[in-house]
Nanobody, 123 residues
């Protein structure tokens, strides 16, 4: 019944930037949240996570220094600022919400999911 909605994806040039957003219309999610991505014929990959307070963050090595995860609990919105995008970043990005204040990198930690937003990067 709790569906997350992602937005902000699109077509961007190599080296460009995008900001993804994730919301749960009509709901408050005071829990850990995360971004995952999946490219065609690839396994789902963890990208970044953030605890309920926004203080503890985790990133996969390939995006460290380029992506920033953040949240605005008053707005119940999760963000992923993506800078210096590369073609290998192209994927469908989905957000997930756990039911605990902190969760690890496993996708099974997250209970609520969105349908994803497409990010395409061209060189």
């Amino acid at each position: 019944q709790v569906g997350l909605v992602e937005s902000g994806g699109g077509l961007v040039q190599d080296g460009g930037s995008l900001r993804l957003s994730c919301t749960a219309p009509g709901h408050t999610l005071p829990y850990a949240m995360a971004w995952f991505r999946q490219a065609p014929e690839r396994e789902r990959e963890f990208v970044a996570s953030i605890d309920s307070s926004g203080s503890v963050k985790d990133y996969v090595d390939s995006v460290k220094g380029r992506f920033t995860i953040s949240r605005n609990n008053a707005e119940t919105t999760l963000y992923l600022q993506m800078n210096m995008l590369k073609p290998e970043d192209a994927a469908v990005y989905t957000c997930g919400a756990a039911k605990t204040r902190w969760a690890d990198r496993r996708w099974t930690e997250y209970v609520y999911w969105g349908h994803g937003t497409q990010v395409t990067v061209y060189s």
